[in-house]
């Protein structure tokens, strides 16, 4: 049985606590819950994932005992294959959020705000923030049914000014699609080294091993041993070229194997043109309405992201977007801790109010 003062100092210090606001009135630091999230936007999806969401949100020192304070609230989106705990339990350099942004705070280095992480994971192992009849609507989960259920239970500040979103790989993804096309709820956006936001056909950033592994799936229970890079392809075409007549996957792609062969299937390979660097252009008015932030290691792994966050960077500028880019030494994930602490979290806590 642990002793009185062992029970003290493990909250002191803070394992992740799932408490009542009112109960953590004797905790000098901010506190940490696991809600469960309705989603209706999910509801029916062909995959048959949950419609109720768990999603980890937390709480600054101030929230328990400033009953009439609101606080700016930042959306943090999770990467592939990961769910509302990545940003929590150390896989990033020993990252905890609450741990962070308390630190931050007590330094005079961010104002105080709410972070909330869904979990984002599906069968595909990644919902990328995207709607879909096949993965159901990922997008208005976020901004409408995570955003509103935060204003309904939290003391957030309930407008634009006080919303950003944020994340890291397909995280980034969503915070920028999602972001650009909701500037009526969020007000600024920081992507962490986005993936995926132009080509993944062979042309681009896809393999061919790894289409001619997808091809090959007939089953569900095939899908886990497949690889990471092989499900990252699948996951997109469950949004790009979704397909409700084509189970058990119940999406087309762009693929077919004939022989040894793996030959192009031009009607689908043409909805994927539809990615994020394709959509830009046509969001301006959106996104000269918000502040934007992306970074990228110059040393990734994903060779296509910090290519996509130069170009991304470039065409920002030339339509007279207000931004700022930055390439770092680094690799997909080693400086994301840092990153978050030193960049993202302070970026929001200028531009929230």
Known sequence: MLSHRTFRILVVVGAIQTLNPA???A???GIT???????????NNLLGDADIRAAT????????????KRYPVVYLLHGFGADHRAFMKGNYQDLNVRISMDSLIKAGLSREMIVVTPNARNFFDGSFYTNSVTT???????????????????????????????GHSMGGYGALRVGMNHPEVFSAIYALSP?????????GAGSARDWKIDASLTDRSQYAKAGFLANLLYAQAGFYSPDPSNPPFFADLP??????????????????????????????????????ALDAGREDGFKDIPVNVQKLDSLLTSMGVAHTAELYDGNHGDKFRARLESKAFPFFSRVLH
């Open 33 to 43: 819950h696991v809600d469960s999230v309705p989603a209706p936007s999910l509801r």
């Open 136 to 166: 159901g609507n990922w997008e208005d989960f976020i901004a409408r049914d995570l955003v509103k259920y935060m204003d309904r239970h939290y003391r957030t500040i309930r407008n634009p000014s006080g919303r950003g979103i944020a």
């Open 195 to 203: 993936c995926c936001l132009g080509d993944y056909t062979v042309a």
């Open 255 to 292: 693929y077919r194997i004939e022989g040894d062969s793996l030959v192009l299937v031009p009607e689908v390979a043409a909805k994927w043109a539809q990615n994020p660097m394709s959509m830009f252009a046509a969001h301006v008015a959106q996104l000269k309405r918000m502040k934007i």
């Open 27 to 29: 905790q000098s630091g």
């Open 23 to 25: 109960q953590s009135s």
């Open 57 to 68: 949100v937390y709480l600054p020192p101030s929230y328990s005992k400033s009953r009439g």
